[in-house]
């Protein structure tokens, strides 16, 4: 079991009990000072001390300091829990705190544990998992081939195998769990190739939908796209996924949202591509919604912010509450996608991001884009 050793934060205690945290053994202790906390971290070695800035005997960029330069506490995380967006002078004392990580509240649900996954390696999930389970039967009837699904739009699906169909034509089995009866439809195979490292499988088949009954386009329409939920904060959250392009039909979620009586959070973590046909598509589905719906975005994906930046109606009228940002570690060459919130990097140019340590070496990340350019959304 893990321990996590925190002040006293009723806004982390929330993020504390979200779905993530519910899912892990994690024993939670709580200090109500800097030396109290110092000394029982001595005491029980915690994986990870989630610490306030505002403590009443220290402030916590010097508890943050005297931690890291303990060589008792060698390799423990610390995260800094901060309540505004950051000044200047905020992020030069971020930078000398040597702190593992940033966290701003108030933050979206699930927001803290996405931050903990990432330092501690927990399986980083998405808020909202659509669970697609998606069987593709040659036409023939011959064989059975069990797939995992890569990409599904309206109007086709990409799919991992680990052997070819060699068929023109094949039938799909699409069922959200082992208990439902799965919706079927036929499917033209446009393309198949050899699996690209990280698909999975040996093979990957691209089909477009063929004459799809009723019941099997309401399934595609639910999945394809995105899922709703409740946070924990009350607002209807959307996890949208999977690659915007001249095929993505956003309509049917316009339909839903347009009747929207509370605010509304877009997930956008699992957006992995945008053409210039799909950012054409998601500006015109924003711009479409009713003027009185509010609406935030979330945990956006390095592809949406990229995109963000050169085309700033990407975000209509939203607000960009948090997002991922790419960082390299020269010592063991390899990438990570950190979470950060707006709050975090500031709000004035030169823009600058807060600094990381490697989750596998431990050596310092370097923020691998041009920051004024990536950030530039911060700014509108």
Not at 213 to 242: E, I, K, N, S, Y
């Amino acid at each position: 079991m893990l321990t996590l050793l925190t002040t006293n934060n009723s806004a982390v205690f929330r993020q504390l009990g979200a779905r993530g945290f519910q899912r892990l053994e994690v024993k939670c202790k709580v200090a109500t000072s800097a030396e109290e906390l110092i000394e029982l971290a001595r005491r029980e070695r915690p994986a990870l001390v989630i610490l306030d800035v505002e403590l009443p005997d220290m402030d916590g960029y010097e508890a943050c300091r005297r931690l890291k330069a303990d060589p008792a506490l060698a390799g423990l995380r610390v995260m800094l829990v901060l309540g505004s967006v950051l000044s200047r002078a905020d992020l030069a004392r971020l930078r000398e705190s040597g702190c593992d990580d940033v966290f701003c509240v108030p933050a979206p649900a699930d927001e803290l544990y996405q931050h903990v996954s990432q330092l501690l390696g927990f399986p980083s999930r998405a808020s909202r998992r659509v669970g697609v389970q998606l069987k593709v039967q040659v036409e023939s009837g011959a064989r059975l081939l069990e797939g995992r699904l890569l990409n599904l739009s309206r109007t086709g699906a990409k799919i991992a195998l680990f052997e070819p169909t060699r068929a023109r034509e094949v039938s799909l089995r699409i069922a959200r769990s082992e208990r439902e009866r799965p919706a079927v439809t036929r499917a033209r195979v446009v393309w198949e190739k050899e699996a690209a490292e990280g698909d999975g499988g040996g093979f990957v088949l691209g089909v477009q939908f063929v004459d799809v009954p009723a019941r099997a386009q309401q399934m595609v329409d639910a999945l394809a796209l995105w899922d709703f939920w409740t946070g924990d904060d009350g607002a209807l959250m959307v996890t949208l996924q999977g690659d915007f392009t001249e095929t993505t039909d956003f309509s049917e979620l316009w339909r839903q949202l347009s009747a929207a009586q509370r605010p509304v959070e877009l997930d956008l973590s699992r957006v992995r591509y945008l053409n210039s046909w799909g950012v054409r598509n998601w500006v015109a589905f924003l711009e479409g919604l009713p003027p009185y719906l509010e609406y935030a975005f979330v945990r956006a994906s390095v592809a949406l912010v990229a995109q963000a930046g050169m085309v700033p109606r990407v975000l209509g009228r939203g607000r960009m509450l948090s997002f991922y940002a790419p960082y390299h570690c020269e010592r063991c060459d390899r990438s990570e996608e950190r979470l950060l919130q707006s709050a975090s990097v500031g709000a004035s140019r030169p823009y600058e991001p807060p600094r990381f340590h490697c989750t596998v070496c431990d050596g310092p990340l370097t923020f691998d884009d041009l920051a004024d350019r990536y950030f530039s959304f911060l700014g509108r």
